[in-house]
């Protein structure tokens, strides 16, 4: 009896062991899957960087017109491509033609006032050369009578009238050059009035020609709701313009892959818009500092740390240009992007 209470007993024990041994292999075998997954990624991104949160970019550049009018005409369409020096759009030249014609008009007006007083001038000198002359022989005049008063050959009266004439000679010499003073400086008047006036032509010329709004840049028109009509305001976008020269991918990377990147090295770039073909790039520059929020001046870019509500490490802008991209390849602003770097 002794015996038969003994064997289950040691079978109980048996089992009890062997569950235990089951459920150490068991957490021995998740414990070594998930250290060797973990040691599996961080091998694989020690040669990898990868991310897909990427995106296309190019420059927009905000064309505004130079002067304030209506718009008579917009010669292009929306998203339409565009080539640097293309009219986009003309503003009512009438009012800039007629302020063209006002300042031409005024400087004519200064120029041919110009003109009567460089007449007056030259009158104005002609009078003092003949009231210098006059002076010379009046002053001989008196040199004479004065000698002949004294030697008793010509009368105190005679003196007289020569001194009085002397006297008379010298204020026309003044009063003419005090003429000439006045020309001179009426002319320099016409000078500056002259030169007001061509800027000012100049300023019309000028308004007038930036009533046609030109292509700064090749690229393709984007978001077009002008009309004819519409009042074109100075300085103020009234075109958007996608360069087509600026193209590249920003590619927002975790902070601990920036250390193994270099400018110049190679990046692949998956295009969601020409998905299934990795394009060669190259790095061109790696962001040294963003903003930690979100409503910071626009000097540092922001990148949100969350995605899907989940929060993720800080990461940073590097961006990447594409290598002899193929002609036909077509981009697009914003567009989604995902890369890879093998550092």
């Known amino acids: 009896m002794a015996s038969d209470t003994a064997q289950p007993r040691v079978g109980r024990a048996d089992a009890g062991t062997r569950t235990r041994s089951h459920r150490l292999r068991r957490v021995s075998l998740v414990l070594g899957s998930v250290l060797a997954v973990f040691l599996a990624w961080e091998g694989v991104t020690s040669i990898v960087a990868y ?21 008579a005409a917009v010669h292009v369409r929306d998203n339409q491509t565009v080539h640097r020096g293309d009219k986009l759009l003309s503003v009512d030249p009438l009012p800039f033609r007629l302020a063209v014609a006002a300042a031409s008009a005024t400087e004519a007006e200064a120029r041919a006032k110009q003109s009567a007083d460089l007449d007056a001038a030259k009158a104005a000198s002609d009078q003092l050369a003949a009231a210098d002359a006059a002076l010379d022989l009046a002053q001989a005049t008196q040199r004479r009578a004065a000698a002949l008063s004294a030697a008793n050959f010509e009368s105190r009266q005679q003196l007289d009238i020569a001194e009085a004439a002397l006297r008379k000679a010298q204020a026309d010499v003044a009063a003419a050059k005090a003429a000439v003073n006045r020309a001179q400086a009426l002319l320099e008047q016409d000078a500056a009035a002259i030169a007001r ?116 490490q800080r990461r940073f802008p590097v961006t990447l240009v594409l290598e002899e991209p193929p002609a036909d390849l077509p981009l697009f602003m914003g567009a989604d992007a995902r890369t890879v770097i093998f550092p």
């Open 51 to 71: 991310t897909d949160d990427a995106f296309v970019r190019s420059d927009l550049v905000a064309v505004s017109a130079e002067v304030t009018g209506h718009i």
């Open 197 to 312: 006036a061509a800027a000012e032509l100049a300023t019309a010329q000028w308004r007038l020609s930036r009533t046609d709004v030109l292509a700064p840049v090749d690229g393709y028109i984007n978001y077009l709701t002008l009309h004819v009509g519409d009042t074109a305001r100075a300085e103020q976008p009234v075109v958007g313009i996608v360069d087509a020269s600026a193209w590249r991918i920003i590619a927002n990377y975790k902070q601990d892959y920036l250390r193994r990147f270099r400018v110049g090295g190679t990046a692949w770039v998956w295009l969601d818009t020409a998905p299934w073909h990795f394009y060669r790039a190259r790095i061109q520059g790696i962001a040294r500092g963003i903003s930690r929020t979100e409503n910071a001046p626009a000097l540092l870019p922001y990148v949100a740390p969350t995605t899907d509500w989940i929060r993720l």
